[in-house]
């Protein structure tokens, strides 16, 4: 096995895992019973896959082409750095406007936090 053919295993492997993970997330939000599960999936693995295709893309083209195209590597930084706040804050916002809570979940930890807030006067 070549060197060439081993990076294009290896740019081969991470795009066809991001599909999966991109596959899994659709799944999820197919799937899941509320607001913030789907979020979760939505916010997780979809980060993840979109992250490792851009990361197979980069290699292939720098490795195999020879093309070094820093875009992708920002892409990846961008990614990486807003997609896991953004799924926070939309379920945090979602919370905050009283979206319930699916009937199979056991644990609320925001609300026993919002109650020791309002008890503490630091909350409305």
């Known amino acids: 096995m070549t060197e060439m053919e081993i990076v294009k295993f290896f740019a081969g492997l991470f795009i066809l895992l991001g599909a999966f993970l991109s596959l899994v997330?659709?799944?999820g939000l197919i799937r899941l019973p509320d607001v913030y599960t789907r979020n979760h999936a939505a916010s997780k693995s979809a980060t993840m896959g979109v992250m490792l295709v851009l990361l197979g893309t980069f290699l292939y083209f720098?490795?195999?082409?020879h093309h070094f195209n820093s875009r992708l590597l920002l892409g990846v930084l961008f990614i990486f750095l807003t997609s896991p706040v953004a799924g926070h804050l939309i379920a945090r916002a979602a919370y905050n406007s009283g979206?319930?809570?699916s009937d199979r979940t056991v644990q609320d930890d925001l609300a026993k936090a919002r109650k020791k807030m309002k008890a503490e006067g630091q909350l409305k």
């Open 62 to 65: 720098w490795l195999i082409e």
């Open 99 to 101: 979206v319930k809570l």
């Open 25 to 27: 997330t659709a799944f």
